[in-house]
């Protein structure tokens, strides 16, 4: 073997990111299971835990918003929790999936394979979870009387658009990550700040006419807050028994689609950096 | 070309080394980032020429520190070369380190699948496999124990189980023939022999003579990243042991 090899068809080689995803698709399903299976092996409740977690956080709102502060409207309980369950969906897919290259460091140094399962299978769990935490919602609607609609039909399709926003800004944040691990910390605290700029405890309607410089920029900050358009596509359909209006439904799939495309399209063009940052 | 090839082209692999330790981000602004300037590239490999046919066994001879690891990563297409270009052709069993990518919560079932999926093998592939897997692991109903109660006889014994049932063209292995017992050593190289008699690229890491001589015709010998030697695996630990007793110089960096 002393010729000089032919040119290295290299980049014909090599298959497309997607297509390299796509084989490694199972995969990620099987992440996704022992995620779930790890997490709540020790615990006694286990998978109830999915279910508590937005409950008590409800009460606690609940509490805050109809005694302490009040300024809810009739069955808020309702209101809160088809406003905070996709909002966990997305800060909790967001906190857990930034530090997924990290933590799977080991994987990333010995195997090939494409690092966006990492993200990716974060972003499955937390739907498992996401899902299985409409089982406390639809119980407390039946308590509280609140109506079921046949609008509540659109909830998958939310979920569809909620997921691939979800996996596109975790995607992003995790190549982030790898490369400034401040970002973590720094994300900690912008989620806290989105959760009060993002109408999840609070509706757009609610708002209301102030005249003053600071609520038009709130306004204005709302207006491109993607989540002002993903909320309401849980929202909507169990709180107000209605589909999300075709406006709403457009931004917010054009922002799923945007995110989604350009977490992919950085995360595989830094994939290959990654390992020397670990 | 065909599978089992791998064709590695003036590759060079460089890291950043940051002579000026910075810890904070006011250091860092307050040196307007300098030490990022003044980072000297370190090459843990550079320069390396190899072709390896398919079918082929050679053996990677080398102190500590000399670019092994990085060689077989790059191989693996772990990592990617900064210089050069390195082709690997055909599904490679990545025994770098048997049983990297074993959750120990999870039982050795589950890790046998898991395993199987990282290397992408769907389910149903590796439920073909299973039986085989746990057969030659000889761990029997061990197997529904989490991992972390393993030996560390029994992790090895698991993760070799599934690494020679991939269905390799290319083989790496880095010293795992430590691991286990005398006789499920002798098993491994049984099982390599076979591997090797079915025409599949063997690239092995070894500190031991005997080992290389038995299992690999051909050596190269790395001495701080660069490719010493490359020829018969006597003449090439000659080589070897000379470089080891020369002085040894301390990592080469270069602007």
Known sequence: MGSKAPALPQVARRPARIVELWRFRQLIGMLVVRELKVRYKRSVLGLLWTMLNPLLLMVVYAVVFTTIMPAAQPNFAVFLLAGLLPWLYFATSLMQGLMSVLVNQELVRKIRLPQAVFPLSVVGSNLVNFTLSFLPLFIMMAALRQPFTPALLFLPAAAVILTLFCAGVTLLFATATVFFRDVRHLTEVLLQMLLYLSPVLYDFRQLGEHRTWWFHLFRLELRINPLSYLIPLVRDPVYYGRLPSLPTLAVALLWAAGALLLGFAVFTRLEPRHIHHL | MRDGQIILEDVGVGYRIYREKVSTLKEAVANRFRHLRTAEKFWALRHVSLQIAPGEAIALVGHNGSGKST???????????????????????????????????????????????????????????????????????????????????????????????????????DEVLAVGDERFQEKCKRRIQDFRSAGVTFVFVSHSLPTALELCPRAAVLHHGRLAFDGPTDAAWERYRELERGPAPGPVFQA
């Open chain 2, 71 to 173: 060689l077989l990563k790059t191989v693996a297409g772990v990592l990617e070369p900064s210089e050069g270009a390195a082709v690997t052709l055909g599904r490679i069993s990545p025994m770098i380190e048997l049983g990297a990518g074993f959750d120990p919560e999870l039982s050795g079932r589950d890790n046998v699948y898991l395993n199987g999926a990282l290397l992408g093998f769907s389910r149903k592939q590796m439920s073909a496999k299973f039986q085989r897997i746990v057969d030659f692991s000889e761990l029997g109903d061990f197997i529904d124990l989490p991992v972390k109660n393993y030996s560390s006889g029994m992790y090895a014994r698991l993760g070799f189980a599934i690494a020679q049932d991939v269905e390799p063209d290319i083989l790496i292995v």
